[in-house]
């Protein structure tokens, strides 16, 4: 019977204790689009990714250009004179598969300067979040942009306008006209 009673009267006190909880969430996405470096940045990596594929697809031409002189010519070719072109076109291929590697591999050119260009804004915008629930006493914020599926959300607790705020941004000011008509607190 106690524990029965002692039971009971935990399950209610969790149960008044998560009610107490307060949850909001805020669309990282929908903020850094409203951040004028963040579009900056974004040009940036992309002229860059630009630049360096047209450096890797001149690196390909090259390639190709010398296995088909290589196949033109093979027939009249001595052995020696193959294979010294083989190993031209061999040593070719790896420089450009290591090319690749450096620029758009999982650490390379690309992933550093994105790390080095988004990192310190998206730091910017999870301390912003971080002292918004510290300050009003938030338990839990969702972020509504990433993998996570919220089925429902009521507009009243998407705090992403309010971070904008917080980080000194005017909300809508440079999102697509389609958000700002979905953005009415």
């Known amino acids: 019977m106690k524990k029965g009673l002692l039971a009971i009267l935990l399950l209610f006190g969790i149960g008044i204790g998560a ?4 949850f909001a969430y805020v669309d990282t996405q929908y903020i850094l689009d409203n951040i004028p470096e963040y ?24 390639i190709d250009r010398l296995f088909k002189a290589y196949q033109t010519d093979a027939v009249l070719l001595p052995e ?18 290591e090319l690749k590697k450096q620029r758009f591999g999982k650490d390379g050119d690309l992933f550093k300067k994105r790390q080095e260009l988004i990192k310190p804004l998206q730091d910017n915008i999870f301390n912003a979040i971080k002292t918004m629930a510290d ?7 969702f ?14 607790y998407d705090k992403s306008d309010e ?16 958000e700002n008509s979905t953005r009415k607190r």
Do not use: C, V
């Open 19 to 22: 009610q107490a909880q307060k």
């Open 39 to 62: 579009k900056m940045s974004q040009n940036q990596l992309d002229d860059l990714s630009k630049k360096w594929q047209t450096e890797i697809e001149d690196k390909i031409g090259e």
């Open 80 to 97: 020696d004179i193959k294979k010294q072109r083989e190993d031209e076109i061999f040593q070719k291929e790896k420089s450009l598969r």
């Open 135 to 141: 300050q009003r006493g938030y338990a839990i914020i």
């Open 143 to 156: 972020d509504r942009s990433g993998s996570l599926s919220i089925l429902y959300a009521n507009e009243r």
């Open 163 to 178: 971070i904008l705020e917080d980080l000194g941004y005017s909300p809508g000011s440079s999102s697509s006209p389609k």
